[in-house]
């Protein structure tokens, strides 16, 4: 069968969209927040979600057996140029941009078949349960544990700085099943139904006010075996191409089309700013002018940093984690482009009231920072970068090569380790 011609999708898209998506000034999402991690985002990111699979138009990089449309990015660029003005499930960035391409990397046929096309009809969010307190960025330091017994895991411990734990089905939890062996080499990644007896989740109050991030306490939480995805003990293959995900989603590049990061930093922002300083009186407007075009300049590099990069992953010209330049540039040209917002709105940036007329720079300027923490930090990225990519020496780790049992570590009674199991 022959694929549609990129101007005949456009404006069947565009025809679709109009009779089908809400607009996002007239919405009656527009109070619900699709990029906020409650019961309502959720259940309304799901109705979108939905609509866009019912539509043909839900995963449109992912196989055609798995429920997606099979495209190319240059379809994926004409949706989000077409669904600028339209409200979207945002959300499910985490889903389709970092869990659906990892199943569909390490997962079971069987796997594949029953998560992935949940995830494109909007039936499932996902979430990651990677950190941990006290772990610092230290990943391979996991120290939940996944004890096997017969044909059932059980798995106790604590993870923290989970987007959306509390909305989601399933997790993705990176867990140790093996104490006597270098730390790398003796973690499993297992699919978590959410909930699960014995899993408490507790969401964490940010500065800003929102609680997007959440803290889950595992105790003898029993998963079977088959929900093991990839290799037993080669959990940190698995985590590494979800990072390697990951980067790419936010970085825009990835599985789940970028429209959230275009939104994030891109055009969106850059809008908002313009109209910023529509508001500045005449005479202050020559001084701002140098970091206005620097906004302009940030927003434009991005997606043609993202595209060069993807096609240099593509024909084998870099390896898969020059991902993290994208992920690099983006973190902390959204900062940047943050900041320069909170400099041009002056006074009425620095304080907001509930309804005030600065009301959303400052706040907006405390949420960015996140940007370069989530998803690994900007100083994480800097290492991959000069290891992985420039292939300069390593760091000095002095608990890679011995078994991970004899390695000291920050130890607290909320981890899984044998050492917290019986304090």
């Not at 992912?62 to 099979?70: A, D, I, N, V």
């Not at 399933?170 to 104490?179: G, N, P």
């Not at 706040?363 to 970068?385: D, F, H, K, P, Y």
Request: aromatic letters at 8%.
């Amino acid at each position: 069968m022959a694929i549609e011609d990129l101007q005949s999708f456009r404006m069947r898209l565009r025809e679709w969209l109009e009779e089908s998506m809400p607009r996002r000034e007239e919405s009656s999402y527009s109070g619900v927040g699709l990029t906020d991690w409650d019961a309502a985002g959720a259940a309304a990111a799901k109705i979108l979600q939905r609509k866009l699979y019912d539509g043909g138009f839900a995963g449109l990089l992912y196989p055609k057996e798995y429920g997606g449309q099979g495209l190319g990015r240059d379809y994926q660029a004409v949706f989000n140029e077409e669904a600028r003005d339209y409200e979207m499930p945002l959300i499910f960035s985490v889903s389709l941009g970092n869990v659906g391409p990892t199943i569909l990397d390490f997962g079971t046929e069987e796997q594949k078949q029953r998560y992935i096309p949940g995830i494109l009809r909007g039936d499932e969010l996902w979430v990651q349960y990677l950190s941990e307190p006290g772990g610092g960025s230290d990943l391979a330091g996991c120290s939940t544990t996944a004890a096997r017994d017969g044909d059932i895991y059980l798995i106790n411990g604590s993870k923290i700085w989970s987007t959306g734990a509390d909305a989601s089905e399933f997790a993705l939890c990176l867990a140790r099943t093996d104490w006597d062996v270098p730390k790398h080499r003796g973690l499993s990644m297992l699919i978590i139904p959410i909930p699960s007896e014995g899993m408490t989740i507790q969401p964490v109050i940010l500065s800003n006010g929102t609680n997007d991030f959440c803290q889950e306490f595992l105790d003898d939480v029993s998963i079977p075996v088959e929900n093991l995805l990839g290799e037993e003990n080669d959990g940190w293959t698995v985590a590494s191409r979800l990072l390697v995900h990951e980067r790419s989603m936010n970085g825009g590049t990835g599985l789940d089309g970028g429209l959230n990061r275009a939104r994030r930093s891109g055009s969106d922002t850059l809008a908002r700013v313009e109209e910023l300083v529509a508001s500045v009186a005449p005479e202050r407007r020559r001084d701002i002018e140098e970091i206005v075009g620097e906004a302009h300049k940030l927003s434009r590099m991005g997606p043609l940093l993202g595209n060069r990069i993807t096609e240099a992953i593509k024909s084998g010209e870099l390896n898969p984690q020059a991902s993290s330049i994208v992920k690099y540039f983006a973190s902390t040209s959204e900062f940047r482009i943050a900041e320069i917002a909170l400099i041009i709105a002056g006074e009425d940036g620095e304080m907001w009231e509930d309804e005030g007329s600065g009301s959303s720079w400052g706040e907006n300027w405390i949420a960015a920072r996140r940007s370069t923490v989530a998803g690994g930090t900007s100083e994480i990225q800097l290492n991959v970068i000069s290891e992985r990519v420039l292939g300069l020496p390593r760091d000095v780790g002095p608990d890679r090569d011995i078994p991970y049992r004899l390695a000291r570590r920050n130890v607290s009674t909320t981890d899984g380790s044998p050492e917290s199991r019986t304090a």
